[in-house]
């Protein structure tokens, strides 16, 4: 039976009008993933079957120390990409591919690039989605553009995303 008025069931109730819940037994609780490891390097230098694991000589240069404000220490030399799942281009090789946890995903999968350059660093940004910034003293903070290089001495803050890490 229908109102002639309005359109509505007369026979109509709260209770008749509530639909069935289409996944009745679906009561899963997804758990947060456990802690792991904050930041992974690996080396991208391949040794041969009897050799020991040896850099190419690009990557004999300068050994630079990064401390993240994770806690984690890496050592590099070289180049790298730093994210949160680092993945270099088809065409590009690099000596490191440092992953970071960043739970918040402040930091990029792929956010920076670094290498050398005549004994000195550089970091370049990766196009990431909350930019790089390089703290150097005395001078101000420098906001990195995307795709060009920036020298970083050592002592120097370089900010990705909520994360930093100091050169040493």
């Given at each position: 039976m229908f109102c002639g008025g309005c359109g509505s069931s007369t026979t109509?109730?709260?209770?008749?009008?509530?639909?069935?819940?289409?996944?009745?037994?679906?009561?899963?609780?997804?758990q947060p993933l456990p802690p792991r490891s904050?930041?992974?390097?690996?080396?991208f230098w391949p040794a041969g079957p009897n050799e020991p694991a040896a850099a190419p000589a690009e990557a004999l240069r300068t050994r630079y120390t990064l401390q993240f404000s994770t806690g984690e220490t890496v050592?590099?030399?070289?180049?790298g990409l730093i994210g949160r799942r680092p993945l270099p281009q088809p065409t590009e090789t690099f000596d490191h591919l440092i992953q970071i946890t960043d739970p918040g995903?402040?930091?990029?999968?792929?956010?920076?690039?670094?290498g050398q350059h005549d004994g000195e660093f550089w970091?370049?940004?990766r196009f990431s989605g909350n930019g790089t910034v390089v703290l150097q003293a005395p001078a101000s903070a420098v906001r990195c553009e995307p795709g060009q290089r920036y020298?970083?001495?050592?002592?120097?803050?370089?900010?990705i995303g909520d994360q930093h890490f100091v050169l040493r």
């Open positions: 109509a109730t709260p209770a008749s009008r509530k639909r069935a819940d289409p996944r009745p037994s679906d009561t899963t609780i997804i904050t930041v992974i390097s690996v080396p050592s590099v030399r070289g180049t995903r402040s930091v990029s999968k792929s956010h920076l690039e670094f970091v370049n940004d020298p970083v001495a050592r002592g120097s803050i370089v900010e």
